[in-house]
């Protein structure tokens, strides 16, 4: 018989499941719960406390002492016992609770009867979803075991209060209390951030009322005049804006050349000719235009539908001669949230963007244009929010939640005080990061951390000389290619590379090939429609099949690095001879190029990335050959866990910090170290502060992470102690929980490790 059946923990745990899924609903699941676990533990009293909203935790099952408290009795973060154990997401045991300073007595909840407080918290996502609690009368010490016991029974009890049946009866106790107003509405983020602002809508879609117009000449030469200013407007937006850079610049391009198309306006002209209004005329050539092409499966072409839709109301707008109302009701308030059914990229320049503090669609797709450079402007985005655009009126305060993707239409002073602090905290923090930056990337026992960035966006170049990082660990060269509207030529990513290589200046860059399919498509390639696209034809397997691609690729990162070291690294790769084959490409094409100039990079490194477990296999004999690799932690547990890692579902189930997954990061680093091979992390735990730190107990010494969380990264590292640190993984790699991210967060909060 296995040693741990004998366990409290596995016995109640048995018990919870036979007799839980009896009670259909699941108020009836999470009571019975509580009782089997007060009756089984000897406790007096057993509760358990759910988040219900915006960090309130109410009592939703009790077994014992506040049975009658149910669903009365709530406690904000870090308020009392309970909010604390939420706060902190650690547990917390009290022999004698009523001495604790945070001790606080709620009417209606017998904690004065009650001496003695175990609390452990409900942990999703990493974050305190609820709290369990256990009480005596009689004052008694928790044991160790007693702690872990709980602690394994609340894992249990998370996934039901994670569950979508919980969120469910949530919103439905929500709306039973009237609470559930048109004043909290979820829609999809696409841009993290907090915002506060007055609403503007965003004014577009004029219904044309007179189609024939009476004089011709007159009314081509409104719509000539209309289309000179829209297209002058135009042109000193883009030349003023600080978007003038890049990639950026790419799609305001393209709407651009939509608007001086000359076709397209001819195409107005001549039905104005033909007897109708200017007004009229733009949207019989929209309409022409919709109906060759809304039919088609060409994403790229239906995205450019969406171009012509914003043009050809800019340009009703114009002849309406009401252009820049929307611009002139924003101009008096210095804090705004754009409201819109859908947007163009060209439109959000409408507004000066220092004062947008958000952006809300009715519609939207991530792809769409608008999203990416409101993005780059570090505007909280949220879509998808049907009928948002009646329900509100210009000037009205709005606030967004772009981490939970909520919007707060009329916020009760308490969300205004709420959203002002969050942004002001956002504001302190980022002050107080930034006074790192001439600081060294150095543990407290002197140990250099190489700190890098990736970069994709034009404007992470920024980041370079914000953080003063030691270089770019990850440049990944698809964005371009995906922001372009055709396959950038040889030239066009020369330029590309070179701009980055001169704003790198001395630093190290790593060029990733082009790493396409799955998620990240090419707008100009046809999608290819599989079956599981993650796991399918993607990244060097496409490249290594049209070899010509990669060709370019390579030759334009040798010819952009002349004089300079060139790191050129391939993603994917699965076994010693892909990485091989890839290999030989790259030094055919530096023959070739070598025989015609002598400008060639100084120095040449060859690595690639660990992305699939295979590899981990066959590491002795790649890092043989290898002169880097760096660890793509996004994909290695995408398929290290056979869990696709854009499936919103699955995030919970698994956790990098787990002693599986942390024992193969080991064993790459050791090899790595074995060979004397360069080895990093590019993949988002090299990002995430308290991930980080386990990377670095693992012996990780370079790190990637994006420009946004790198102070936090450093921050992070200049309170930590190596050598301790790499004791306390080396223990924890033995825990078979689901996840070690409590016990680091523990270790953090005791030893002064600054993890936010
Ligand atoms: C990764 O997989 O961890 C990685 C860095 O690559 P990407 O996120 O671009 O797939
Ligand atoms: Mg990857």
Redesign the pocket.
């Known amino acids: 018989m296995p040693k741990d059946s004998e366990s409290p923990a596995f016995r109640i745990l048995k018990l919870l499941r036979q007799t839980a899924d009896e009670q259909e609903h699941i108020s009836g699941r999470l009571n019975v719960i509580t009782k089997i676990i007060s009756k089984e533990m000897h406790y007096d009293s057993v509760s358990c406390f759910v988040m219900l909203e915006d960090n309130n935790f109410e009592l939703f099952a009790s077994a014992g002492y506040n049975e009658d408290s149910l669903h009365k009795v709530s406690v904000r973060q870090g308020e009392g016992l309970v909010g604390t154990v939420a706060k902190n997401c650690r547990p917390l045991a009290l022999s004698d609770s009523q001495s604790h300073p945070k001790f606080v007595t709620k009417e209606k909840f017998s904690e004065k009867e009650l001496k003695s407080f175990l609390g452990v918290p409900l942990v999703s996502r990493h974050k305190a979803i609820g709290v369990l609690i256990a009480q005596t009368k009689k004052k008694h010490e928790f044991l160790q075991t007693e702690q872990e016991t709980m602690e394994t029974l609340a894992m249990f009890i998370s996934d039901i209060i994670s569950s979508d049946e919980m969120s469910e009866y949530k919103t439905e106790l929500i709306k039973s209390r009237g609470l559930m107003s048109k004043d909290k509405i979820r829609g999809i983020s696409l841009s993290k951030g907090f915002g506060l602002g007055q609403a503007v809508l965003h004014h577009r879609r004029h219904a044309v009322s007179k189609i024939f117009a009476e004089d011709k000449e007159k009314e081509l030469d409104r719509l000539t005049i209309a289309h000179q200013q829209m297209n002058d407007d135009l042109d000193s937006k883009f030349n003023s804006t600080k978007l003038g850079l890049g990639e950026h610049v790419d799609i305001l391009d393209a709407y651009l050349m939509f608007a001086k198309d000359k076709g397209w306006f001819k195409k107005i002209a001549d039905n104005v000719m033909g007897g109708l209004t200017a007004e009229a005329a733009v949207e019989r050539a929209y309409e022409d235009m919709w109906n060759r092409l809304s039919s088609t499966q060409d994403g790229y072409l239906k995205e450019r539908l969406h171009d012509l839709r914003d043009v050809s109301d800019r340009l009703l707008a114009y002849l309406n001669g009401d252009f820049g109302q929307s611009a002139k009701i924003a101009q008096d308030s210095k804090d705004i949230v754009i409201i819109a059914q859908t947007m163009g990229p060209a439109e959000l320049m409408d507004y000066d963007y220092t004062k947008i503090r958000g952006l809300l669609l009715e519609e939207g797709t991530p792809t769409m244009h608008v999203a990416i450079v409101a993005k780059a402007l570090n505007i909280p985005v949220i879509v998808k929010i049907k009928g948002l655009y009646d329900e509100v009126k210009s000037g009205e305060l709005i606030a967004l939640d772009g981490n939970e993707g909520y919007v707060y239409l009329h916020p009760s002073e308490d969300t205004q005080k709420r959203f002002i602090a969050k942004r002001q905290e956002l504001k302190q923090q980022q002050e107080k990061l930034a006074k790192l930056k001439r600081l060294p990337s150095q543990t407290l026992d002197g140990v250099r951390i190489g700190q890098y960035i990736?970069v994709?966006m034009n404007f992470d170049l920024d980041y370079i000389e914000s953080t003063n990082c030691d270089g770019i660990g990850?440049y990944?060269t698809?964005i371009p290619f995906m922001a372009s509207n055709e396959m950038p030529n040889v030239e066009q990513q020369i330029g590309y590379y070179k701009e980055l290589m001169d704003r790198a200046g001395y630093r190290k860059v790593i060029f990733?090939c082009l790493?396409v399919g799955?998620d990240?498509l090419l707008p100009y390639w046809a999608g290819l429609d599989e079956e599981n696209p993650a796991i399918g034809w993607r990244?060097i397997r496409i490249t290594l099949d049209r070899r010509a691609i990669l060709r370019k690729q390579i030759h334009a990162f040798i010819k952009a690095a002349e004089g300079k070291e060139l790191n050129v690294m391939f993603?994917m790769i699965s076994n010693l001879s892909e990485f091989e084959e890839a290999k030989e490409t790259l030094m055919l094409e530096y023959e070739k190029v070598k025989k015609n100039t002598d400008k060639l990079p100084a120095k040449m490194n060859v690595g690639l990335?660990i992305?699939v477990p295979s590899v981990v296999f066959q590491l002795d004999e790649i890092l043989e050959q290898a002169d880097f690799v760096?660890?793509?932690?996004?994909?290695?547990?995408?398929f290290f866990f056979a869990c696709d890692?854009g499936n919103p579902r699955l995030s919970e189930r698994y956790d990098v910090l787990s002693a599986p997954f942390l024992r193969l990061m080991g064993t790459i680093i050791k090899k790595a170290n074995k060979h004397k091979v360069y080895c990093s992390v590019?993949?988002?735990?090299a990002s995430v502060p308290v991930e980080a730190f386990a990377l670095i107990g693992l012996g990780y010494r370079n790190l990637s992470s994006s420009g946004a969380t790198y102070g936090r990264v450093k921050s992070m590292i200049r309170t930590i102690n190596v050598a301790e640190v790499e004791d306390y993984m080396t223990q924890l790699l033995n825990s078979t929980g689901k996840t070690l991210r409590p016990q680091i967060y523990a270790y953090a909060n005791d030893h002064g490790v600054e993890i936010f």
């Not at 760096?630 to 995408?638: E, H, K, P, R, Y």
């Not at 590019?682 to 735990?685: A, D, I, P, Q, V």
């Open positions: 990736n994709g990850l990944r698809e990733r790493d799955s990240k990244s993603p990335m992305e760096s660890v793509g932690t996004n994909d290695l547990a995408q890692r590019c993949g988002e735990m």
